[in-house]
DNA sequence: CATCAGTGGGAAAGCGCTTTCCCGGAGGTT
DNA sequence: AACCTCCGGGAAAGCGCTTTCCCACTGATG
């Protein structure tokens, strides 16, 4: 004979998963079926009376609904996904944040992955929230520009979506997607004029790897204003790292390697935690920024007003792009036409940028 | 007559959530018990030819085990969770990814909470968990200093504890869980008395809220490198801020307000963010660190060593203690004794701290 | 050659919920 | 007064899995 689990509890004096709802429906004498719809609101109604002898049961008993339960019956979790890169790096960490506000404000939980940017992961990840059967994914990290790497996130998303899962990504991931878009090109474009602004003719830019969708997109503002102004970066100063402050640094080391009459007047590094490990390596090298040479980073993270100098940069609403993409996958209607928010991005000078150096002084 | 899903799919043209098992049991000719035991390889085997079709079927079909489905049955889900204030910032995101990469590597997904530090919060977080059956919390903040915060946060606990969950907690939370514990106390001795070999006297200790015990913790390690060296920190010059940088900026602000005179040589602040917001304010103010003041921090957040001047601190593993917190809760054989595991700290000098300022130069 | 593990397949009972369907009673209409 | 419609309670069928229990079969054993 099968032996329930409540007498398996008794035996041992162990029972192993909680509270169920029909001993809360038995202890106040209703039926399974008014006890589920008196604690949790269906669309129909528990007379007045009935509905507060079960909730006093509930809380007499120590009742909590088992979500993976109540999943199973309703076909839908209380879960969001988010899939990012490093939740360590404050640019992804705020955007966690904000996806985690917003998950909350709509009674969901957030499940974070790191894919450390690697597309097999990200698949994986995906595969995993599927499996979860979250309610929404978010793709916080940039696209891919591997056609390959592509192919195979759209297809994970695919299937996910097939079964009704709902998405938003941050950032460009084709046009078949919910998504909340940073102004990236617009962003960096006015970085650059901002810079050639202040008199810079002489840049240097560092961005992410070319693997990477945003780096790529920041990179194209940068040219296009650049080109504005009739220039374009010298040969062998456009640097791609990946985007940690290592990258800043190794790109550093190889700009000041070069003579000194072709050191650039301006660095932009296209991420501020990149502009970060920048500034630590001219210091440790003594060039005095700005003096000497401008930096300027990208996404505004919070430390960014605290380092010194302080980073100019293009202010991104971190916190927003996460919580604004958990409201669109969730709104989504699974209408024709995806929604895609873009947001506005703002340069902000700080200490870190100034007049260009003139040789000849 | 109620409708499968499956009819219904077939009838919209849309299917509500993904293959099931019994599909690809029936696609490979075998019972659903097979296909269970193929898939996901139970106590019982399966004859080789059998498994192979089964595999080949299951991904014909791409299925995807159903997540909650399978924690219902298996009374036990594939998710841990992790409490923390707030995954913005740095210490805790630092944190998270420790729990992140333990969970992946125990084939679990981390749900994870910003609390705020409000003790409400976190019994609501806990409450949230246990209802979502997660096989283990990770407790990642601070535990109270209020008495009643304790216990409404113990309570919640020891229920979840009593359905079969697992605790570790990362700070001291009490005798009763198992325990990751960066020595506190003692890092902050360690960088107090490494102060005072630079021939420090005047100090001024900057500490998070007094509700919290984490730098209750820290600040005592202070008094007692003090004490040993017959000193104590003068009146006013023990701030509790929150452990953000605007609290970091508002305690130099309090400080600074004081005759110059009684203006310490070297500042302690018990937080790394703390500390780079009273280096920003500094700067603003224009004192010079490490020349007319110190300034030192606590837990080497990754940003400490590329702030200006780079921050002296207090090393911590944090992404260790937060890996090594998940390893704890689920190996804890829920016997008597808990584990509790001490990772020690190091002082690690850098820019920011040097000889103490003399007034009479 | 009968007996006994041991092996591996399948039927079916749960896991803890939600929701459909049925029904009896109250109130409103002709 | 007969007829309908609401309203709200309860029984029971699922949701998609895991696991127990049963059973047929094989090969070893005495």
Same mark, same amino acid.
């Given at each position: 004979?099968?032996?329930?689990?409540?007498?398996?509890?008794?035996?041992?004096?162990?029972?192993?998963?909680?509270?169920?709802?029909?001993?809360? +429906?038995?202890?106040?004498?209703?039926?399974?079926?008014? +006890?589920?719809?008196?604690?949790?609101?269906?669309?129909?109604?528990?007379?007045?009376? *009935? +509905?507060?002898?079960?909730?006093?049961? !509930? $809380?007499?008993?120590?009742?909590?609904?088992?979500?993976? &339960?109540?999943?199973?019956?309703?076909?839908?979790?209380?879960?969001?996904?988010?899939?990012?890169?490093?939740? %360590? $790096?404050?640019?992804?960490? &705020? @955007?966690?944040?904000?996806?985690?506000?917003?998950?909350?404000? !709509?009674?969901?939980?957030?499940?974070? @992955?790191?894919?450390?940017? =690697?597309?097999?992961?990200?698949?994986?990840?995906?595969?995993?929230?599927?499996?979860?059967?979250?309610?929404? @994914?978010?793709?916080?990290?940039? !696209?891919?520009?591997?056609?390959?790497?592509?192919?195979?996130? $759209?297809?994970?998303?695919?299937?996910?979506?097939?079964?009704?899962?709902?998405?938003?990504?941050?950032?460009?991931?084709?046009?078949?997607? =919910?998504?909340?878009?940073?102004?990236?090109?617009?962003?960096?474009? =006015?970085?650059?004029?901002?810079?050639?602004?202040?008199?810079?003719?002489?840049?240097?830019?560092?961005?992410?790897?070319?693997?990477?969708?945003?780096?790529?997109?920041?990179?194209?503002?940068?040219?296009?204003?650049?080109?504005?102004?009739? *220039?374009?970066? !010298?040969?062998?100063?456009?640097?791609?790292?990946?985007?940690?402050?290592?990258?800043?640094?190794?790109?550093?080391?190889?700009?000041?390697?070069?003579?000194? %009459?072709?050191?650039?007047?301006?660095?932009?590094?296209?991420?501020?935690?990149?502009?970060?490990?920048? *500034?630590?390596?001219?210091?440790?090298?003594?060039?005095?920024?700005?003096?000497?040479?401008?930096? &300027?980073?990208?996404? =505004? @993270?919070?430390?960014?007003?605290?380092?010194?100098? %302080?980073?100019?940069?293009?202010?991104?609403?971190?916190?927003? *792009?996460?919580?604004?993409?958990?409201?669109? %996958?969730?709104?989504?209607?699974?209408?024709?036409?995806?929604?895609?928010?873009?947001?506005?991005?703002?340069?902000?000078?700080?200490?870190?940028?100034?007049?260009?150096?003139?040789?000849?002084?």
């Amino acid at each position: 004979m099968l032996r329930t689990s409540m007498q398996v509890a008794e035996e041992s004096g162990e029972r192993s998963m909680g509270v169920t709802l029909s001993e809360v +429906a038995r202890h106040a004498g209703v039926s399974l079926a008014t +006890a589920s719809r008196a604690l949790n609101g269906s669309a129909r109604t528990v007379g007045g009376e *009935l +509905a507060a002898k079960v909730r006093a049961s !509930a $809380d007499a008993l120590g009742y909590l609904p088992n979500a993976p &339960a109540q999943a199973l019956a309703r076909s839908a979790t209380a879960n969001v996904g988010v899939l990012l890169h490093d939740v %360590a $790096d404050p640019y992804f960490s &705020a @955007i966690a944040r904000g996806v985690s506000d917003a998950a909350g404000q !709509a009674g969901l939980l957030p499940l974070v @992955i790191n894919t450390d940017g =690697d597309p097999q992961t990200q698949v994986r990840g995906i595969r995993m929230l599927h499996g979860q059967r979250v309610r929404a @994914i978010v793709l916080a990290g940039s !696209a891919h520009t591997d056609p390959a790497a592509v192919r195979a996130v $759209d297809a994970a998303l695919a299937d996910y979506r097939a079964d009704g899962g709902r998405i938003a990504t941050i950032t460009d991931h084709g046009p078949g997607y =919910d998504a909340v878009l940073p102004d990236n090109r617009g962003g960096a474009a =006015d970085l650059t004029r901002a810079l050639l602004a202040l008199g810079h003719r002489e840049f240097a830019v560092i961005t992410g790897p070319e693997r990477l969708r945003v780096p790529m997109e920041r990179l194209a503002g940068v040219r296009e204003a650049l080109a504005e102004a009739g *220039l374009e970066p !010298a040969e062998g100063t456009v640097q791609h790292v990946e985007f940690t402050r290592e990258g800043g640094r190794e790109a550093v080391r190889r700009l000041l390697d070069r003579p000194q %009459a072709q050191w650039p007047t301006a660095v932009l590094a296209l991420s501020d935690v990149c502009a970060v490990g920048v *500034l630590g390596e001219l210091r440790e090298r003594g060039v005095d920024v700005p003096g000497r040479m401008s930096v &300027a980073g990208f996404d =505004d @993270i919070p430390f960014a007003a605290d380092v010194a100098p %302080a980073l100019s940069t293009v202010r991104m609403p971190l916190e927003r *792009l996460g919580a604004s993409a958990v409201t669109l %996958a969730l709104e989504s209607d699974g209408g024709e036409r995806p929604d895609r928010l873009t947001l506005p991005t703002e340069v902000v000078l700080r200490g870190s940028t100034g007049a260009p150096f003139r040789q000849d002084r």
